[in-house]
DNA sequence: CACGATTTTGGAAGCGCTTCCAAAATATCG
DNA sequence: CGATATTTTGGAAGCGCTTCCAAAATCGTG
């Protein structure tokens, strides 16, 4: 196995300096069509790749952007809507020639801090993309922001998104657009299975729901309001509380489809038939919304795009130098849209 | 923002030479332990980080390990599988001090080779862990080998298995138990939903299960066989075909859970009644097999597990150079466990 | 065409670490 | 106790790249 070629073996062939292959190769603006050719055509023969721990080392770079996702010890991780993310971050750092690392740490013990924290000084990272709920947790952020370091943030709830980069649907309104068309359909008692109150965004969902409500003429005892995990479990055992007894609520919103899932299984146990006898809304449009059976009424978040999106801005921000951090706008709402399936349908006002 | 600390400033805090600090953290045994004291109070003291760049590139390696997957470049991922895997391998690597990245690749088109071999070439990590399809390319495989690349396969089929480190389950047997299961409750007629025929992991599965067949005097036409490709879509479709008909089988087994959720969807919408009407069976025991309705009686792999075996096999290759490709035992089996919930029920024979 | 302004190029100094080699210190043994 | 084997330490040479600075080439203008 020879050895692999590195700059200098393409310095030489070009009959140039190393420092200007190293100009070539990185897209400075000053250097000559010709002495740009010859180099490139030498990197072809030689099949030359840069090394990338040199590369680093030298510009006190990683080139690398660090994805953070929470994950209960035990719980699985709330996984489509991950995975999504994921997919999107991956493939607009692939895009850049920037390398993606994936970490998931628990958001119940405080640890996470120190952790995110030396993820970044330990130069393992050149900036960090947050998810909720470590998106919304300000202090942390602050901190973030105080050592100058880049990060954009995911879903992130009015308080955090004022202050830094971030993408993200607007979940006020989404929930106004759910509400009204649960009130279209004649629905009057309502039931609301939410997220963990860290989760600002959920929070919002709920806050257009209500708002709905009020413009429909209903009060705040139109709505049954709990508040879960995101995962299936809380889902089945939410549900089992708000449909019991007789006068239950007829249409039933929850802030991720794992959650409505959990509520379709309920519906399914205690013989309620789902869109009849009430109707169950899901958030996210995950595949689980599909899969299950009704198919689930639920709002679109394009959560791909919002991973490519949030990548995007980090880079533009690490290559900007602090450019993330100047002035401008720093929100970037993606649009979102109101799935109808099968879990809900008209209701006869009694 | 003070300069960082590199090694030398501990080097001068110890009052020694920058070669013994560096002993001291690579854990090498020839160090004195009183050297070794005054060394790591300076770290303490000083609170020294390694730049992992200078590291990689002075020891030309990377300490990362990469993860490869399967993303059609449209279909959603089988995110649940996956996901669970990448968990697994995330805390193992995390834990021995290794970052993970993981890849998702193509595996209809034929560039993925030359992406994977890059990954190697670039050294962007030092091991690499393949789940299926491409844990069964042999060609690949063979190259990988070639290059004295450390490699660990998941879930492979047998060729690949006997050259290679790998985990999994054994397939074939709990093909074999599910058919003795099913045989027992009293099914006779058969539809096998499978994967794409270079997944030999999903076909052993089939093999295993033949056999239970024939043990119990029944004959290949007992069983009706096609191709999926392991979406919840092709579940939908494939099981259309084989449960339209007055003659359908009686018990319809698929080669994962995504596609038995498939299954489920279609009876349903034909007016089926699961289980009474036609047993569904799926594989892994992902959340899916929860979530849908009846809730899936399913093969339960431990793919947590599988991650971080894989990657404990890997590192331990990496660090005893080569030991990886050495003799010894490669494969190793982790349990899988038949989970019976309500997707499956008993069939008087007729 | 000469001269200063500008652009392109080459030389050289690191980036922070590992590792080879030889020197120093310590242990072993007849 | 001296000579030799062994262990621990220090010095120095890179790993392959970026980037600063100055030299060389090119351009623009009166």
Redesign the pocket.
Known sequence: MTR?P???DVARAA??????V??V??AS????E??REKVLKAVEALNYQ??HQ??Q????TSRVVALVFAADAEAEPNSYYHSAIELGAMRASTEHGYGLVTHTMDPTTDAYRSKILSLVNQSRCDGLILTPPFSDDEEMIGELRECGYPFVLISAGPQARGLSPSVGIDDRQAGVELGSYLVEQGHRRFGYIGGPSEHRSAALRLEGLLEALHTAGLGDDAIDVVEGNFTFKSGIDLAAQLLSGARHPTALVCANDDMAAGALFTAHRIGLNVPVDVSITGFDDTPVSQIVWPPLTTIHQPLRQMGSKATELLIAGVMGENGNHSAGTFEHFVPFELVQRDSTAKRAVE
Chains 1, 2 share one sequence.
């Open positions: 692999k590195t700059i200098d009959g140039v300096a190393r420092a200007t190293s100009r190769l990185n603006p000053n250097t000559s010709r002495v840069v090394n040199a590369r080392l030298a510009s006190r």
